[in-house]
């Protein structure tokens, strides 16, 4: 159990919006965070489908091992698409990379243990190479929704905001369900990415906002540029906390 003195304790900087959301955050992250380490170790069969306009790539399969702190081992016979990224990282890595962490008011009347920490990614610790140095400049909003029944992260979300409009880079979804009487895994993830076309290329090799307003300015224009692709990943066979040795990892 953690004590609120514990809190009080950190610092506050610009890494939280304000004190209250450092207590509250802290709280909610350690909380995942401890949930997170009760899986010392798993292995799990991976199947991995790609739904994106103009790439047809079969159903590609993986064994994936995990050990902490944050080893991962990922076999495939053959070419393959797995998005790595928040798939293995711990939630406390996730919220590291987040600045001004608040948590919102979200409300879901069907999930009513669901809350939303949202926070601004810092742009160096993206996954990502920027184009420009005016890309830098942009904010990317991240949320991460917590399910606090169970402690587990049930979906990130990143967009970038400007002062008109939203842009969405990526969203993954988790799906849990309960392995061994015991472990509250996933079953399925979706990870949605919005890819670019000749517009949004056009944007992104230029210093200029001027097409912020383009990529956004109707919904309704089917000339959009932004295209969803989408990875579904299926988990089965888990063997967790069994035991792994570290020679599988070299």
């Not at 994936?64 to 076999?75: A, L, N, R, S, T």
């Amino acid at each position: 159990m953690f004590k609120f003195t514990f809190f009080l304790s950190l610092m506050i900087g610009s890494e939280f919006a304000t004190q209250i959301d450092s207590i509250k955050c802290n709280y909610i992250i350690q909380k995942a965070h401890r949930q997170f380490l009760t899986i010392k170790d798993y292995s799990v069969d991976i199947a991995v489908d790609l739904y994106m306009p103009a790439i047809r790539i079969p159903r590609s399969n993986y064994e994936v091992f995990y050990k902490q702190p944050g080893k991962v081992e990922i076999k495939s016979r053959k070419f393959g698409i797995l998005p790595k990224a928040g798939l293995f990282e711990s939630p406390q890595e996730n919220f590291d990379n987040l600045d001004d962490k608040r948590l919102t008011n979200f409300k879901d009347s069907a999930n009513i243990h669901d809350i939303i920490i949202e926070g601004y990614a810092i742009f160096d610790s993206l996954k990502f190479v920027s184009p420009n140095e005016y890309f830098k400049m942009l904010d990317t909003l991240v949320e991460v929704r917590v399910d606090t029944s169970n402690w587990v992260v049930k979906s990130v979300k990143a967009s970038i905001t400007t002062r008109k409009n939203e842009i969405p880079l990526f969203e993954i979804e988790n799906f849990f369900q309960t392995y061994d009487n015991e472990y509250y895994m996933p079953e399925k993830s979706i990870a949605r990415y919005y890819v670019k076309d000749k517009k949004l290329s056009n944007w992104l090799n230029k210093d200029t906002d001027d097409y912020l307003d383009k990529l956004t300015k109707s919904k309704k224009d089917n000339t959009s540029p932004l295209v969803e692709g989408r990875i579904e990943i299926f988990y089965e066979n888990y063997i967790i906390n069994k035991g792994i040795e570290d020679s599988v990892f070299d």
